[in-house]
């Protein structure tokens, strides 16, 4: 009898090690303000690469209807960490408080209690980013700009006390590099990663390597942003290769989704990339109508794959809608962790992708924000924003071109009863939470309605937008095939070019890519907050050097307070600039 016992003991002890050691790796990658249309798998913009996200997408699942639970940031973080639709802990939107979210239980804290290592690395936006442990993850490297952020892990994966950090590397290279070195460092047990990327959200600090994979014309904050979306690309191929060179790939299921749709301000102005943190961040959302703040499909149906290789098969398309709520509740279901009924709004998609159950994992998608709310049923949607209300059929008009409900008002009927009592157990309940702002009436009246919406009057400086806000003093500065090019007057005095309206903290650097017609000495001057001058002082001087060969100068500019403008001095004749980066010396 006691060796019987012993033996079931061991048996017993043999069956949990067992468990624990099946228990999939899971890492959710969350990009930002990224547009419908730019995976390069889609096929739909043909300036876009991303050849590992698109290895990633054939080797799993393209959900083609997926959604996020908010067009905006801060409610799509909170459904997409809890599983729960954000309106019922009452964070609706960007300027909700934070006491429900705080209440709940993140899925990092539901997979730490089931053994797994967590982490979370980039943006954050819920709160404190020196509070994140709080919610459940276990190591933090929160960068997501070149300015100090909070982590207790270095790019390296050794731990550190949390504290705020200055950071070694672009954002999202570095974010990138934290995470796979968190791989390496956990792979012998399960691990949960967080990792969302702040791109391609302004500001538009793509690096310049990044960006010139991109050549020929194309507005620059476009560049920009496929330079941003290069870097996650590439991010997202360190992690796969980190995870294929630990023998991993099999063992981990991955989820890459968008936060919302791209913000493109209607008219995607092309306004400088310094100094306009709120405009269009140069992604799109073609073919879908709409954008960042809409409940329109450009708003937030959003870049959604799946993957876990050799669990679900690859190369799919899955065509039924899906939403950002089903990463907790199928995350808790593989890892087997611990779960009350009724906590989670999201389902298990496993069984949906492997082909297990055939039926639709939804039977209706619903969402409000802020004076806006809609639901999916199959193919039928209805969309409200204040008092109007349209009805599509996305099998015929995913474009959102043609509303129906005069047509079908019995549809209408069913659904928006269903939306309403499905409204009526949010925190506040109600199918809007106020009026539509007038910002929201402009977007309504040119996505939906077709109306023309002027352009806003044109400010005195946005001459300066095809040169990203630098002019030329005593000459002409223009754009030629993506390089801004200098011609001195004739008979001038001496040109240089300036940017005013600048907001960058010092110390800061330059960095400049140039060819030049002469050689000699060259100066960069700066201008601080409360400075009416240039004073002599502020001035940093460095040589260049005639050559058919581009030259990079990297000057130093050692100010004390914010610099709020620029002038770059060079010796007498043309020249041209590939490269113009003013940045914190930080970075």
Not at 178 to 203: G, Q
Request: aromatic residues 8%; neutral net charge.
């Amino acid at each position: 009898m006691k060796h019987l016992l012993i033996y079931c003991l061991c048996l017993s002890s043999f069956v949990a090690l067992t468990t624990a050691a099946e228990k999939p790796n899971i890492i959710v990658i969350y990009t930002d303000d990224h547009g419908f249309a730019d995976l390069g798998i889609r096929g739909v913009e043909k300036d876009v690469k991303t050849p590992h996200l698109d290895a990633l997408a054939r080797s799993g699942v393209i959900a083609k209807n997926g959604y996020s639970t908010a067009p905006q940031c801060v409610p799509s973080r909170g459904g997409l960490m809890t599983g729960k639709f954000q309106g019922r802990f009452n964070l609706d939107n960007n300027g909700s408080a934070l006491d429900g979210f705080n209440k709940e239980t993140t899925i990092a804290t539901r997979l730490q209690n089931a053994g797994y290592t967590t982490a979370q690395f980039g943006k954050w936006h819920l709160g404190p980013q020196s509070e994140i442990t709080k919610h459940g993850f276990k190591h933090v490297y929160s960068q997501h700009g070149q300015q100090k952020f909070p982590a207790n892990i270095t790019v390296e994966g050794k731990d550190r006390p949390m504290g705020d950090m200055p950071p070694e590397l672009y954002h999202v290279d570095g974010s990138a590099k934290a995470a796979a070195s968190i791989i390496e460092r956990c792979k012998d047990k399960p691990f949960f990663l967080y990792l969302a990327f702040r791109a391609p959200h302004t500001p538009l600090d793509a690096p310049q390597a990044y960006k010139d994979r991109f050549p020929g014309e194309m507005p620059e904050r476009r560049r920009a942003a496929l330079g941003m979306l290069a870097a996650v690309d590439d991010g997202v191929g360190l992690v796969t290769s980190t995870l294929k060179k630990n023998g991993l790939t099999e063992k981990t299921l991955i989820f890459f989704i968008g936060d919302n749709g791209a913000p493109l301000k209607i008219h995607k102005t092309d306004s400088p990339l310094q100094g306009d943190a709120g405009g269009w961040d140069g992604s799109l959302n073609t073919p879908l109508n709409g954008e960042k703040g809409m409940l329109s499909e450009g708003g937030m149906h959003v870049p959604f794959l799946i993957a876990w290789p050799g669990t679900i098969s690859g190369g799919q398309t899955y065509e039924h809608p899906v939403s950002a709520l089903d990463v907790a509740a199928t995350a808790v279901a593989v890892a087997d962790a611990s779960v009350k009924h009724g906590d989670l709004d999201g389902v298990n998609l496993i069984p949906y992708l492997k082909g297990e159950i055939t039926t639709a994992p939804h039977e209706a998608l619903m969402w409000r924000w802020m004076a806006q709310s809609a639901i999916r049923e199959g193919n039928w949607k209805l969309l409200r924003g204040g008092e109007r209300e349209y009805l599509y059929d996305l099998s015929t008009d995913l474009e959102e071109k043609h509303n129906l409900a005069s047509q079908h008002p019995d549809i209408a009927t069913r659904l928006r009863a269903k939306l309403t009592a499905w409204c009526a157990d949010l925190n506040p309940p109600g199918l809007a939470l106020g009026p539509m702002a007038p910002v929201w009436n402009d977007y309504f009246d040119f996505y939906l309605e077709g109306k023309p919406v002027p352009k806003p009057e044109a400010k005195p400086d946005a001459a300066k937008s095809e040169t990203q806000g630098w002019m030329a003093r005593g000459g002409k500065l223009v754009k030629k095939d993506g390089v801004l090019v200098l011609t001195p007057d004739s008979g001038g005095k001496g040109t240089f070019i300036t940017h005013s309206q600048l907001k960058i903290p010092g110390p800061a650097i330059a960095k400049l890519t140039l060819k030049t017609a002469a050689s000699g000495p060259a100066a960069v001057a700066w201008r601080v907050d409360g400075d009416k001058d240039f004073l002599p002082a502020n001035r940093a001087s460095f040589e260049v050097k005639t050559s058919d060969d581009w030259q990079t100068h990297e000057v130093p500019i050692p100010a004390k307070g914010r610099v709020i403008h620029v002038r770059v001095h060079l010796p007498a004749g043309p020249a041209e600039f590939r490269m113009i980066e003013l940045q914190p010396a930080s970075r």
